[in-house]
């Protein structure tokens, strides 16, 4: 079985990161028991402007399954997680609360094994 991964980058406002963005990025897993996927962020100067969160589309909405919001100590560096995906659809949504990106060299990767 292959397994699919399809995401967008988006960048969003405060009032995008509280709504219920339809046009969010998703996440596709084919079926599979467990579908391991490894966030990896490296954070510029600014890293506490950085948080994330991953949701599941479930019948009665998205369901934020993991999320994470860095501090001043993590300015200039990195954080990895693995996160082990039931079958279904998810969402990635990186969100800077300044809303100037991740400044060079730090950047953001989500992938599939």
């Known amino acids: 079985m292959s397994n699919v991964l399809d995401f967008i980058t988006r960048h969003l406002t405060d009032d995008d990161w509280m709504e219920d963005a339809a046009q969010a990025p998703s996440l596709s897993i084919a ?5 391991e996927i490894e966030v990896s962020i490296v954070y510029d100067r600014y890293a506490d402007e950085i948080s ?3 949701q599941r589309f479930e019948t009665n909405g998205k369901v934020t399954i993991e999320s994470h919001t860095a501090t001043d100590e993590d300015d ?3 954080y990895t997680e693995s996160i082990c995906l039931q079958d279904g659809e998810y969402e990635f949504i990186i969100y800077d609360s300044r809303g100037d990106g991740i400044d060079a060299p730090g950047y953001y990767n989500v992938t599939s094994s």
């Open 31 to 35: 079926p599979t028991t467990c579908q």
């Open 52 to 54: 994330w969160r991953l």
């Open 76 to 78: 200039l560096s990195s």
